[in-house]
């Protein structure tokens, strides 16, 4: 697998896996449903160089390339092509969605083995089709947990608002296909590990090479701040699941070493997570 300029990051882990990271695109959300119940005295300063007049922060649409002897994992697939004008400019969508950026990246989306989606919101699972309807990874295999796609699909009013019900009711049946139940092992060496928290089937993905562990751990880690398992985003629908999981993951993290890719950090997404007395601290690699 042979990368551009247009990846963002990428890794030899061993053992013939290789992984890159691609950005497609950016968009905003409101600061203060990312910090949730965070004051913003706390989070105000740590944000002031990306917060727009309407505040709003500046979000990166990161997915992870993963090349194993066994075939080819895509995570993540971002808001995609299928938004309105309209949705477009509410979310300040701006940039190349998946296939292109893929195709720059000098990876061909025909590819694909898997597609593995941390959980199914509209901005990791939005671009499984192309502006036409036509399946954006013709030969893959679609995996979200089981009860992801149950949830995601559930006629409550919150649920409702959180996912594009209609554009997943589109991709059910191919997702359903290749839904997962708990912790699976996709090819060899790449695992989806059931979390909740965010989502009630939200998972993350983990990649073991010999001697190198890489996590893409989807919006349990979305931004640098996220290292401390405490400040969580209002966009949590089980909080305090989340701030368990986050703090028994990322103390397993830390202790072996892990690199962990963050799911919306624009300029420094790779690194690791280093205890920080009673929490942890996001120390970037790159």
């Excluded at 917060?51 to 390339?65: E, F, H, K, P, S």
């Excluded at 409550?156 to 359903?176: C, F, K, M």
């Excluded at 090819?187 to 090479?209: E, Y």
Aim: glycine letters at 10%.
């Amino acid at each position: 697998m042979a990368f551009n300029d247009a990846v963002h990051w990428s890794a030899d882990l061993g053992a013939g896996v290789r992984v890159a990271l691609v950005q497609a695109g950016t968009f905003r959300s409101d600061a203060g449903a990312l910090f949730g119940p965070v004051p913003r005295v706390l989070w105000g300063k740590l944000v002031a160089d990306e917060i727009d007049v309407d505040g709003r922060l500046l979000q990166a649409l990161n997915c992870l390339l993963i090349q194993t002897p066994a075939g080819r994992v895509l995570v993540e697939t971002g808001i995609g092509e299928r938004l309105d004008e309209r949705g477009r400019a509410w979310r300040d969508l701006l940039g190349q969605p998946i296939v292109p950026t893929l195709l720059r990246a000098g990876f061909d989306p025909a590819s694909v083995d898997i597609v593995a989606m941390s959980h199914l919101h509209y901005d990791h699972a939005g671009g499984l089709l192309r502006a036409d309807g036509t399946r954006a990874f013709p030969r893959a295999r679609i995996v979200a947990q089981r009860v992801e796609w149950k949830i995601a699909l559930d006629p409550n009013p919150r649920i409702v608002v959180s996912y594009d019900q209609p554009e997943l009711r589109l991709v059910h049946a191919w997702g359903d296909a290749g839904a997962a139940d708990g912790e699976v092992e996709l090819l060899p060496g790449v695992w989806v590990v059931p979390t909740g928290g965010h989502t009630a089937g939200h998972q993350a993905i983990v990649v073991r090479a010999p001697g190198r562990t890489l996590a893409f751990l989807g919006d349990i880690a979305m931004r640098r701040w996220s290292a401390n398992p405490r400040w969580i985003p209002a966009f949590d629908d089980f909080p305090l699941d989340s701030v368990a999981q986050k703090a028994t993951l990322f103390t397993r993290a830390a202790e072996e070493h892990w690199t962990v890719v963050l799911s919306h950090e624009r300029e420094r997404p790779v690194g690791r997570l280093v205890p920080d007395r009673d929490r942890f601290a996001w120390e970037p690699l790159v």
